[in-house]
């Protein structure tokens, strides 16, 4: 089955120098397992291909349902040096719940 992180999670994001900073938190407690599995370093850095530069390191945080992800060389060298549209990283979390992952069938949302 397929589904989109947004129809499970909502999400914030924002910059550390040229690093974007993206956390997904589960909209139920439920969800967060599936984020767990799913929602996997390689699976960012294959969905941001091109827009980062770096590495992608995760972080869990089980007790808030949520991962973060800090996504390396993604700002065009930051805020106050970069020429790119989002110098920040504000979309860097509304890109990502547009992820669809494929899940196992015998999960119900």
Known sequence: MRIRLLDICHGRS???GDTANVGI???????YPIL???VTVDVVQKHFAGAV?????RFELPNLW???FLLHHALGGG???SLMN???GKTFAAALLK????VDEEITL
């Open 36 to 38: 767990e599995k799913y």
């Open 66 to 68: 949520a991962l973060n």
């Open 53 to 57: 530069k770096g590495k992608v390191e």
């Open 99 to 102: 992820l669809e992952i494929d």
């Open 25 to 31: 938190i589960a909209r139920k407690e439920a969800y």
């Open 79 to 81: 805020g106050t040096k």
């Open 86 to 88: 989002d110098a920040q």
């Open 14 to 16: 924002g910059d550390k």
